[in-house]
């Protein structure tokens, strides 16, 4: 979650969240507003998993560039700058654009790759298409959510809806997955965020799957070990 201008964005990295931990989500947004706890740093884990991710996208990155595909990298700055930065590239039809900003509405975030293909929209013969890369073997229900949601942001700019989107996954394998398959189920996903974020109802610190490297980790089971200590 960003604040620009009072304004609150929302990215495919909360909307992630969201899915896997509504409390997460109220705890960043707290956190946002000024009223919340500090997020503890990443663990050795997250630290790990962030430093192998990295390098699976540098190594699919480079493997672009040897296929002698045109490559435009997006400097990080502020995602407005770059959403305009990447506007541009698009136009120019480049084969490939790296960490390409989308800023649309309530939400904008940094893709991993934007892959041209010779389907028709408004830039000219060419579109493009969204590719993230993955540690994990095979797709995962909240990959859909960022894929989906980066289409949609990059159809507005192109005019075109892209038919598919990529997983270059951590065996070295790419997944396709048909973006029509996964709109609705992933619409739904962005509208709750919004409502919620609108109107945060109470939550509280269920244990999930996400404990281990989420950044609330710590402030959730000090919360659930002093209701412990009160119940005993």
């Known amino acids: 979650m960003r604040d620009l201008d009072g304004r609150i964005f929302l990215s495919a990295s909360d909307l992630m969240r969201f899915m896997g931990c509504a409390h997460a989500s109220a705890l960043d947004l707290a956190h946002l507003r000024g009223t919340g706890p500090e997020p503890r740093e990443d663990n050795e884990d997250a630290a790990l998993l962030q430093k192998q991710g990295d390098a699976h996208e540098a190594a699919h990155l480079a493997r672009l560039k040897e296929a002698g595909r045109t490559v435009i990298e997006i400097e990080r700055s502020g995602l407005g700058k770059n959403a305009e930065a990447t506007r541009a590239a698009l136009a120019a039809g480049v084969d490939v654009v790296f960490q390409g900003a989308f800023l649309s509405g309530k939400w904008g975030g940094w893709s991993d ?5 010779e389907r028709p929209s408004a830039f000219g013969p060419f579109s493009y298409e969204v590719t993230d890369t993955k540690l994990k073997r095979r797709p995962h229900p909240k990959h859909v959510l960022q894929l989906v949601l980066y289409s949609d942001l990059l159809t507005e700019i192109q005019g075109t809806a892209p038919e598919f989107a990529y997983v270059e996954l951590g065996d070295g394998t790419r997944a396709t997955l048909r973006l029509s398959d996964y709109a609705a189920y992933a619409r739904m996903a962005q509208a709750r965020l919004e409502g919620f974020v609108a109107d945060p109802p109470p939550t509280r610190p269920i244990p999930c799957a996400d404990c281990g490297l989420c950044r609330w980790g710590d402030h959730c089971a000090d919360g659930r070990n002093l209701v412990e200590e009160h119940i005993l």
């Open 113 to 117: 790759f934007l892959e041209r293909v």
